[in-house]
């Protein structure tokens, strides 16, 4: 977030600085440097400003996703403040940028399907993803195959409501063909690191096609995917 981007949303709210910085809990003065670009925001404050102005949780600051793996409670958790129906039930304060949960949920070596099945729906309802930072990342800890097979799912679910001229489509097919230049060799599997070697090959057989163009054992397909409308 830069200065500018904090002074528009809190002309969009209609607040004074007076107001806003009562609400974010610096002095005017210093909300007045930081539109200014005189000072820089802190990570810390522009997370509060994310909440005090209600801007989209993709304004939240993005950091590197690090070695320590979540819990699939905290996985769940996250999809949850992101809006997934399907974990509405979950009251939680956790709140972080949709691209660092994704890529969080794809570390994971053994996922649940059902949180595995939110990840497209992420892709499709949160379409103005920092895209540069996600595939970098997705590079830098070889998830692009995973990655890659979540955005086609999510692609193949927009052609099939005929959106084939909405932006969020353009957005998916950008990233697809950026990941395909990046498509590894070694087969993979999307959150089900613990099969056995009947099951490994029972999938490489019957799995989607989708699942084969990405080297991944896996046969979830867009049909399998209860609210990636």
Do not use: I
């Amino acid at each position: 977030m830069t200065g500018m981007q904090l002074r528009k949303a809190r002309k969009e709210k209609g607040w004074s600085q007076q107001q806003a910085s009562a609400r974010l809990g610096v002095s005017q003065p210093y909300l007045s440097l930081l539109e200014r670009r005189h000072r820089r925001l802190t990570p810390r404050l522009v997370a509060r400003a994310t909440h005090v102005f209600d801007l989209p949780l993709t304004s939240l600051p993005l950091k590197p996703v690090g070695s320590q793996t979540q819990t699939l409670q905290q996985v769940a958790e996250e999809l949850s403040t992101l809006g997934y129906p399907g974990f509405a039930y979950m009251r939680t304060r956790r709140r972080r940028n949709p691209a660092e949960v994704l890529v969080a949920a794809l570390k994971q070596e053994n996922l649940e399907a059902r949180l595995t099945e939110a990840l497209p729906w992420v892709l499709l309802n949160y379409p103005n993803l920092a895209w540069k930072w996600l595939l970098d990342q997705a590079r830098l800890h070889n998830l692009q195959n995973r990655l890659g097979f979540l955005v086609s799912m999510a692609r193949t679910k927009l052609e099939e409501k005929g959106e084939l001229q909405s932006r969020r489509y353009r957005t998916l097919c950008y990233a697809e063909e950026q990941l395909e230049s990046s498509r590894l060799a070694h087969e993979d599997a999307l959150g089900e690191a613990a099969l056995t070697a009947q099951e490994r090959e029972w999938l490489r057989k019957h799995r989607p096609a989708l699942a084969a163009r990405w080297n991944l054992l896996s046969n979830l397909s867009p049909e399998n995917l209860p609210y990636a409308a």
